[in-house]
Structure formats: structure tokens, C-alpha cells
Nanobody, 120 residues
Framework: VQLQASGGGLVQAGGSLRLSCAAS????????MGWYRQAPGKQRELVAR???????YYADSVKGRFTISRDGPKNTVYLQMDILKPEDTAVYYC???????????????WGQGTLVTVSS
């Protein structure tokens, strides 16, 4: 199973970016997908997540500015980030809780990070 994230970059405060993360490989079922971020010197934190039933959760710091969505058939999750602030600067990581087809137990899988830099 692989998670491929894309969409990071440099943007000015107030701008927008859209992150994408596609899961591929031997996947039986995806239970939820989400985005975490880690800023320099800080712990990794949950930003947003979405379940297979499209229930969503957002960290208080991004409510009203970020929108998470999913494309089930494509095993892809998106994070639309609007009204970006310098404090949103971080490496963003995609995460998926899924059951692989190998018969292994459900587990969390991580994508490579994608850097988001918001300039003031």
C-alpha cells in the first residue's frame, strides 16, 4: 500500500492551496483518510479527517478555512486550504486507516510529507 501526496508549495497569506493524496496497492477497504501537519519544533497534529461515510472532523485552528473531501472510487482525499495564514506553515502528511487485501489487520498508513509555506 502506498499513499502519494501532492499539492504543497509557497503561497502568500490569504491565498489557497489544494492538497491531494491517492492511496494505491492492495487495498480492501479504506475506513478513513486524513491530513496531519508538523511545524518546525512542534509535534505532529491532526488537521482534518474524513470517514468512508464522509463524516468529517477539523481541528479548531482550521475550521471555516479548510475543507476535506474524498473520491471513494479513486481512493483519494483532498484538502482545500483557503485563507492561509503563516501559522499554517508545516509539512503536511496524508494518513489512511485501511484494511489491506493481504489479510493483515487494519492499520494506519502514511504518505510522504508535502511542504506548505505561507509567507506573511
Amino acid at each position: 500500500v502506498q499513499l502519494q501526496a501532492s499539492g504543497g508549495g509557497l503561497v502568500q497569506a490569504g491565498g489557497s492551496l489544494r492538497l491531494s493524496c491517492a492511496a494505491s496497492g492492495g487495498i480492501y477497504s479504506i475506513h478513513r483518510m486524513g491530513w496531519y501537519r508538523q511545524a518546525p519544533g512542534k509535534q505532529r497534529e491532526l488537521v482534518a479527517r474524513i470517514t468512508s461515510g464522509s463524516a468529517t472532523y477539523y481541528a479548531d485552528s482550521v475550521k471555516g478555512r479548510f475543507t476535506i473531501s474524498r473520491d471513494g472510487p479513486k481512493n483519494t482525499v483532498y484538502l482545500q486550504m483557503d485563507i492561509l495564514k503563516p501559522e499554517d506553515t508545516a509539512v503536511y502528511y496524508c494518513n489512511a486507516a485501511l484494511t489491506p487485501t493481504t489479510g493483515w489487520a487494519p492499520a494506519h498508513y502514511w504518505g510522504q510529507g508535502t511542504l506548505v509555506t505561507v509567507s506573511s
